[in-house]
């Protein structure tokens, strides 16, 4: 018998071997190899549980999880895998061997297991770890966006719709408007890292493992929440990587709106806040230039991160039963949207943390238009219908239109002459007065903020 060339975990039916251009297009090892943690230690697992179902000898057990140590260490201290090592797999199991000098027990270890069910345990066990550190970062952004918020308490500043100045509005109300969709996201991620806790391994290749594993004492050693109750979807179902993904996407459409409101305020046209010099790039060209580059690549983030989640459900989408090389990809994806998560996520913080606000900016871009309801609201309170109210008020904001000024420039004469119901309508004018009426839960009044403020600080801590 002529031993391998390479270490392969196949080949044996092979009279040739396989063409460089199979070679190319096969090998992860420049993806997957960062699960090596995660499969070493569920190589330790298996082999604790193969012990336990009198598959191998307690020497045996002893002299594989001590081999994996020694593996670990090699590859912490930078050991590279070779142009031969297919995947992960293959390179945590050829380490294994030269561990073991040759010792027969390396060669037991791939009993009753497949790379199937094997790379399916290892990329759940990294997504549950990936789930923890994007919340975390999202959570920090959050305390960044309410710690601005307290300090902004009592800015004013236009609320928009259609891009329109709308009404006014707490500047910490608009910064806590970007903290709740993060809430939801770390809900969502929650939600994901629990439809990853399920354990396939003991799926083997397909149809399960011949052999008498425990797999309840090798979820528990692996901290899984419960066990795959079919082999054929376990080896098969990515839905954990679909929805992390989801998660993920959706997160990056949050950051890129707030990056997109903080572009155009940052605008000379705006000039409602300014860039730090941490998270401002200048121009090559152009001296004068201080540009939000992190916010755009945000912005831009999220473009790809969408692209993650698409290429991840096109790929389910073509899949009969069972496990599939295509599968192979989920990696791809899944580590590129949480690679870029963690890049983005603390990339926002710091350039909302450095954020300097021009109260006055903000103050001034409030115009007694924005208070058309207001004066309509007021009507109201005074016996008229909403309906001739608008109508009412519509007619006054055409007038000072007509006449180049500003609505509160009209005249209390010219309001009552208007509508009988306008009299003593000017004090609705007033932004202050206009904020002050909105203390319904969730409203930007003064003290429904700050239960706000309260309740975002409460989310961050849960
Ligand atoms: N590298 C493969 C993957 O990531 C491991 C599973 C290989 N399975 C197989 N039947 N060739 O999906």
Redo the contacts with the bound molecule.
């Keep these: 018998m002529t031993p391998p060339a390479t270490h392969k975990l196949w080949g044996g039916r092979f009279a040739g071997g396989p063409s460089p251009l199979l070679d190319a297009i096969n090998r992860?090892i420049g993806v997957?190899l960062r699960l090596w943690p995660h499969d070493v230690r569920l190589s330790q697992a298996w082999a604790a549980a193969l012990a336990e179902g009198g598959v191998l000898t307690a020497e045996e057990r002893d002299q594989i999880v001590a081999g994996l140590d020694r593996v670990a260490a090699r590859i912490a201290a930078g050991e590279p895998p070779t142009a031969a090592d297919e995947?992960v797999?293959t390179f945590v199991d050829r380490l294994l061997h030269e561990a073991l000098g040759g010792a027969p027990a390396a060669g037991k270890l791939h009993t009753g297991r497949?790379?199937?069910d094997q790379?399916a345990t290892a990329t759940r066990l990294w997504a549950l770890e990936a789930c923890r550190e994007v919340d975390a970062a999202a959570r920090d952004l959050q305390a960044v966006l309410v710690a601005r918020a307290e300090g902004l308490r009592h800015a004013l500043m236009p609320a928009y719709t259609h891009l329109q100045r709308a009404q006014p509005v707490s500047a910490a109300h608009w910064l806590l408007s970007h903290v709740w969709p993060l809430a939801r996201d770390r809900r969502r991620l929650a939600a994901a890292a629990r439809g990853a806790s399920t354990m396939p391994l003991g799926s083997g290749?397909v149809a399960g493992s011949a052999f008498p594993v425990p797999r309840e004492s090798l979820r528990r050693a692996l901290g899984f929440d419960a066990v795959s109750e079919n082999s054929i979807d376990a080896v098969g179902d990515r839905d954990f990587v679909a929805e992390f993904l989801f998660a993920l996407a959706l997160m990056g459409a949050h950051l890129s709106r707030l990056a997109e409101d903080l572009i155009l305020f940052g605008s000379s046209e705006f000039g409602f806040v300014r860039f730090g010099d941490g998270f401002s790039t200048g121009s090559s060209m152009m001296p004068q230039k201080r540009n939000p580059d992190a916010l755009e690549l945000a912005r831009g983030a999220a473009a790809r991160s969408l692209g993650d989640l698409v290429a991840m459900l096109g790929t389910l989408k073509g899949l009969p039963s069972g496990?599939n090389?295509d599968?192979?990809d989920d990696?791809r994806a899944l580590f590129d949207a949480v690679d870029l998560a963690l890049l983005v996520l603390p990339a926002v913080a710091g350039t909302v943390a450095e954020l300097t606000f021009d109260e006055a900016r903000l103050r001034a871009a409030v115009t007694p238009a924005m208070m058309a309801t207001d004066l309509a609201d007021h009507m109201v309170r005074g016996g008229a219908t909403f309906r001739e109210a608008h109508a009412a008020v519509g007619a006054l904001v055409r007038a000072a239109e007509e006449q180049g000024v500003e609505l509160d420039d009209l005249g209390a004469e010219r309001m009552v002459a208007e509508h009988p119901a306008l009299a003593g309508a000017e004090g609705a004018l007033a932004a202050e007065a206009s904020v002050a009426q909105r203390e319904v839960r969730g409203g930007t009044g003064p003290k429904a903020v700050l239960l706000q403020l309260e309740e975002a600080k409460r989310a961050i801590a849960e």
């Design positions: 992860s997957d995947d797999h497949s790379r199937n790379v290749a496990y090389k599968l192979q990696k």
